[in-house]
């Protein structure tokens, strides 16, 4: 969609140069006139009107200057010929990173292989002092996420997507229709979104979710251990306020095995709690989060074993050193793993996933033929080979033939005692097959009493050892085997 455009305020050129990422909404160009801005244009149908109503109110806004710093706030809004407004312009982010990439363990060691605790501490104050900001201005974030939040090197962090955020304009309040349901407060589940108006306490229980992942190594504060016969999925834990940490109420979920969160201070212990409560009134607010962070800073300690460990000095010994000893992981310092090509943070995972299935299909596969048996002949095998081959095929059968022979020539040759049925059977089948073994040289099992005997009480007897003194019989065992910061 390459094309000159002009912007609304100002009636500068603006000329549209590479693709750098698209979305549900619209795709992101980079700026010919300027390298320091892109230009978002909008896909050409109704769905988004809404936004094209919010982007000229909000680089209208006289609070504009002061959002642009914590956020991808609209510079402009971007028109065509006719005068429609099509697009906007804002602060090009490069080299930014989505926030799951810092507090994720192995992202967070390629990306900043640098950052330790304090660094995450920061992160946290900093998102604090993005919402912040954006309810001070009387908006409501509405989908406020781990991918549509980014942050660099210096922990600052800035917002995206900021063209879905809730406004109100003339008495009319434009809402957000969308949401991730891992971090939308429990009262807003199983309801429709698109004419909802949220309220500021909406975005503290997704601030408190974020917060939690940042200083607690990515898990997430509802997902844990199940209770016995419990299943249930994440969002109905967040329904139910299946709280995993909880230290004053009794939910169906446990911490995970090996994981706590004792080394947060008492206070932050206090704030999640009233954060996953089911009080949505209890929340503390972003200014609350940013004054706790803050105090934490302050009381952050290096470790005298692991100098890239740091930790609350309220604590008697470097958690970190105790859950790299149990996990078997590095959770901070440098990395050995070679570095990724870093993904320019204004893509979102969902662009990325448009673009794949942009890709074309590969060809079909021609299966291979199977190969042929033109010219295929049998084997040729000698006299003599055929011969031997169907002696060894039949000696077998000539086994089965003449047996029973053998059995009744046997037993006419030798008379037997008096036996019936079985009994009779057993024995001539015994002596028939003495005869044949030697007469085919077969080693034969010799001939006990017990066998000779074995007629006369028309079963085999089982081994026995010598009969004791006292009359009684003792059956042999069986062998056993061995078996820089917002301000």
């Known amino acids: 969609m390459k094309g000159t455009y002009r912007r609304g305020s100002s009636k500068e050129t603006a000329t549209i140069g590479r693709e750098i990422g698209r979305g549900g909404e619209g795709q992101v160009y980079t700026l ?17 009107e809404i936004q094209r109503q919010k982007v000229v109110h909000f680089a209208a806004m006289n609070e504009s200057e002061l959002l642009r710093e914590i956020a991808a706030w609209p510079t402009d809004y971007l028109v065509n010929n006719e005068g429609d407004c099509v697009g906007f312009t804002m602060d090009f982010l490069k080299g930014w990173q989505p926030l799951f990439s810092s507090y994720q363990i192995r992202s967070r060691m390629r990306r900043f292989p640098d950052a330790g605790f304090s660094f995450l501490v920061r992160a946290a104050r900093n998102l604090s002092a993005c919402v912040h900001r954006v309810h001070e201005a009387g908006l409501v974030i509405g989908d406020l996420n781990e991918s549509n939040t980014l942050i660099d090197g210096r922990a600052m962090v800035k917002l995206i997507d900021t063209d879905s955020f809730q406004v109100e304009i003339d008495g009319y309040v434009l809402t957000c229709g969308v949401a ?19 309220q500021p306490e909406h975005d503290l229980f997704s601030l408190a979710v974020l917060v939690f992942q940042i200083l607690v190594l990515g898990r997430h504060p509802y997902v844990g251990r199940q209770r016995e016969g ?85 604590v008697d010994a470097c958690p970190w050193c105790d859950l790299e000893k149990k996990w078997r992981v590095t959770l901070f310092g440098a990395s050995t793993e070679k570095p990724e090509e870093l993904v320019d943070a204004t893509e979102e995972i969902e662009e990325i996933w448009e673009r794949i299935e942009r890709l074309p299909s590969p060809a079909a596969i021609a299966l291979p033929k199977p190969p042929s048996t033109e010219g295929v002949e049998p084997a040729k095998l000698s006299v003599l080979q055929r011969i031997g081959g169907l002696f060894v095929s039949t000696q077998y059968l000539w086994l089965m033939l003449y047996l029973p022979l053998l059995v009744l020539f046997r037993a006419a040759a030798r008379p037997l005692p008096r036996q019936h049925g079985l009994a009779a059977l057993s024995a001539g089948c015994w002596r028939g097959w003495t005869w044949l073994s030697a007469w085919h040289g077969f080693p034969a099992a010799p001939e006990t009493d017990e066998r000779r005997n074995a007629g006369d009480h028309g079963r085999i007897r089982c081994a026995r050892q010598p009969v004791a003194a006292d009359g009684g019989c003792r059956l042999v065992p069986e062998p056993t085997g061995q078996c820089s910061r917002h301000v």
């Open 32 to 48: 010919k006139e300027d390298a320091d801005e892109v230009g978002k244009i909008y896909y050409d149908n109704e769905d988004t």
């Open 180 to 198: 991730k349901t891992e971090l939308l407060a429990p009262e807003l589940h199983n309801r429709s979104l698109d004419d909802f108006v949220r």
């Open 230 to 314: 419990v299943e249930q999925t994440l969002e109905t834990s967040i329904q139910r306020g299946d709280y995993a940490f909880s230290e004053l109420r009794e939910t169906q979920v446990d911490p995970p095995p090996g994981l706590g969160i004792t080394w947060l201070p008492p206070n932050l212990k206090s704030m999640f709690e009233r954060s996953f409560s089911t009080d949505k009134k209890a929340r503390p607010s972003a200014q609350t989060w940013y004054d706790a962070l803050h105090e934490l800073e302050g009381q952050i300690v290096q470790c005298k074993t692991n100098p890239a460990h740091e930790y609350w000095k309220g």
